[in-house]
C-alpha cells in the first residue's frame, strides 16, 4: 500500500494533466454540437465493434450447446420421419429409434479402435446397438455405464459388417485390415458378382444392428484371379472420416429381440 501512494505521489503531476485533459474534452463536447456529434458518432461505432467482438466470443461459446441441441433435433426429425400410419406394411419402417450423443474420446491410428460417448444405460443405449453418422456406419456399441458408453469403431479387427452393393444386391463382408483409416476390405464376394470402381456399398438386411441401406462406401480397387472363386481383393473407401468425428447416432431396434429369439430356434 505504501508503494501505491509512493508511485501517485511521485507521478501526480502526470495524473492531474490527464485529469485536466478528459474534462476539458468533455467540457469541448458539451459545448460544441460539431465535436459532440462526432464523438457521438465515433463512440458508436467503437461500441458497436466491441459489441461485435463480445457477441463474437459468446456466440463461440455456445456453440458447444447449439450443437448438441442441433443433433438431438436431428435425432428427433429421424425418429418422426419413421413414424408412419400403423399399418402391417409398415411395421419395419417404425421399427428403428435414433439417440443422439457426442464423442468424447476417438482413436482411429490403432489396430483395435474404440470410441467413447456421453450417454449410457440411463439414455436408452445398450450393447450391441448399431452406431451412425449422416454419412454412414461408425461401428457398434461394446460396453455401458450408466452415463457412458464404448463404441467398437468399424476399424477393429474384431468388426465386420454385412455389406450389399447398391447396384447388383450381392453381399460381402466389410473388414478392416489395420492399415489406413481410410478404407476397408470386402470379403466373400464371388468372382461371378460385376464389380467396378465407384460402385456404392450399404448395410443389408441380413444385420440385425444396423438399417438396410446405411452407407459403407464405394469401391475404391479390386483384383480377381480367374483360377480363384472369390475376388482376391476388393477395397472400399469408408463413407466415414474417422478422422473427423463428433456426434453420432445409436439405432434403437425395436423388433431385434423378438427376431433374435426366432432365428435362435434355428441354430
Known amino acids: 500500500?505504501?508503494?501505491?501512494?509512493?508511485?501517485?505521489?511521485?507521478?501526480?503531476?502526470?495524473?492531474?494533466?490527464?485529469?485536466?485533459?478528459?474534462?476539458?474534452?468533455?467540457?469541448?463536447?458539451?459545448?460544441?454540437?460539431?465535436?459532440?456529434?462526432?464523438?457521438?458518432?465515433?463512440?458508436?461505432?467503437?461500441?458497436?465493434?466491441?459489441?461485435?467482438?463480445?457477441?463474437?466470443?459468446?456466440?463461440?461459446?455456445?456453440?458447444?450447446?447449439?450443437?448438441?441441441?442441433?443433433?438431438?433435433?436431428?435425432?428427433?426429425?429421424?425418429?418422426?420421419?419413421?413414424?408412419?400410419?400403423?399399418?402391417?406394411?409398415?411395421?419395419?419402417?417404425?421399427?428403428h429409434e435414433y439417440i443422439s450423443a457426442k464423442i468424447i474420446k476417438n482413436s482411429y491410428n490403432k489396430r483395435n479402435n474404440y470410441l467413447t460417448i456421453n450417454k449410457g444405460s440411463m439414455h436408452g443405449i445398450e450393447n450391441g446397438m448399431g452406431v451412425i453418422t449422416e454419412d454412414g456406419v461408425v461401428g457398434i456399441i461394446r460396453d455401458v455405464s450408466p452415463n457412458y458408453a464404448t463404441v467398437m469403431s468399424l476399424l477393429n479387427k474384431n468388426t465386420i459388417i454385412s455389406a450389399r452393393f447398391i447396384k447388383s444386391n450381392h453381399f460381402g463382408e466389410l473388414i478392416w485390415d489395420g492399415k489406413s483409416h481410410q478404407f476397408a476390405q470386402l470379403n466373400s464376394v464371388e468372382k461371378y458378382v460385376p464389380v467396378n470402381i465407384g460402385d456404392s456399398l450399404t448395410t443389408n438386411s441380413f444385420s440385425n444392428i444396423f438399417p438396410e441401406g446405411i452407407a459403407l462406401g464405394t469401391v475404391n480397387r479390386f483384383e480377381r484371379d480367374e483360377n480363384k472363386n472369390f475376388y482376391t481383393s476388393i477395397e472400399v473407401a469408408l463413407s466415414v472420416d474417422f478422422s473427423n468425428l463428433n456426434y453420432i447416432y445409436v439405432i434403437k431396434d425395436k423388433l431385434k429381440d423378438e427376431r433374435m429369439k426366432l432365428e435362435s430356434k434355428n441354430e
Open 1 to 95: 500500500m505504501r508503494n501505491l501512494f509512493a508511485f501517485f505521489f511521485r507521478y501526480h503531476v502526470f495524473f492531474l494533466f490527464i485529469l485536466l485533459e478528459i474534462t476539458a474534452i468533455g467540457m469541448l463536447i458539451q459545448t460544441h454540437h460539431y465535436q459532440s456529434s462526432r464523438f457521438a458518432s465515433s463512440s458508436n461505432r467503437w461500441s458497436g465493434k466491441i459489441l461485435e467482438q463480445f457477441n463474437n466470443i459468446t456466440d463461440y461459446f455456445s456453440l458447444k450447446k447449439i450443437n448438441d441441441l442441433l443433433a438431438e433435433e436431428n435425432a428427433l426429425i429421424r425418429n418422426r420421419s419413421l413414424q408412419l400410419p400403423p399399418l402391417e406394411e409398415n411395421i419395419y419402417k417404425n421399427q
